[in-house]
């Protein structure tokens, strides 16, 4: 099936820095989400995207859609301790009743 | 408030029994999936439902069976014949297969022993 590559897989950063991370696939994808999972909690959806090149933010958080589709970003300002969590990018292939595919996820922690 | 509800939280089997997992929204979707999560891994669709009374195999259906005989309703059943079945089960729903957004239940974790 297809696969989706998130790096880095883990970071650690102080509070208060920014966050970058990123999901690549070799195919083209028309949508993007980007959830956020607690551990053991389910994923939240924090952003989707629609279409090539568009950004999106909420709150502290800020999505691109990657030029070629087959990547996507999710950058974090300032960030702060409740940011610890697993961050998963999910990409549709086309709009006509495809599943999503996920990514492995990019665990991030936040040392105060 | 809407939203989907996954019970139990935690569930614990004897190796050899069968056992169902609830998923249940009251979101008005018609789309409904099953995902197995393991430790570090990514999420992986077990089966999905497009439409109340029809469901289609994921990419690990084997070892699992399900139900759509109520738009809010999609059990999983995760039978004997899993070989490895102690997960985190997450359930998930869209408004239909052609929409873009998908939420996620609080999951339920199964241990088998």
């Known amino acids: 099936g297809q696969q989706l590559n998130q790096s880095p897989q883990s970071m650690f950063i102080q509070e208060g820095e920014d966050v970058s991370m990123n999901c690549t696939s070799s195919s083209i994808f028309n949508t993007w989400l980007w959830y956020k999972q607690d551990p053991g909690e389910g994923p939240v959806l924090l952003i989707a995207?629609?279409?090539?090149?568009e950004l999106t933010s909420n709150g502290r958080l800020t999505a691109q859609f990657g030029i070629t589709r087959k990547d996507s970003f999710l950058n974090i300002s300032a960030s702060i301790p409740s940011d610890v969590g697993i961050y998963f990018c999910a990409g549709q292939l086309n709009n006509y009743g495809q599943n999503f595919v996920f990514g492995p996820g990019t665990r991030l922690s936040v040392l105060p | 408030d809407g939203g989907i509800t996954q019970s139990p939280k935690y569930l614990f089997r004897k190796e050899g029994q069968n056992v169902t997992l609830s998923c249940e929204q009251n979101?008005?979707?018609?789309?409904m999936y099953w995902y197995r999560q393991d430790p570090g891994q990514g999420l992986r669709l077990i089966y999905y439902s497009q439409i109340v009374n029809d469901f289609q195999k994921g990419d690990i259906a084997e070892g699992y069976s399900v139900s759509r005989e109520k738009k809010e309703s999609f059990p999983l059943t995760v039978t004997s014949a899993q070989k490895n079945p102690t997960a985190f089960y997450l359930c998930?729903?869209?408004?239909?297969?052609?929409?873009?957004?998908?939420?996620f239940g609080p999951g339920t974790r199964l241990t088998v022993t």
């Open positions: 998930a729903s869209r408004l239909s297969s052609w929409a873009y957004e998908q939420y």
């Open positions: 979101l008005n979707h018609d789309a």
């Open positions: 995207l629609y279409k090539a090149g």
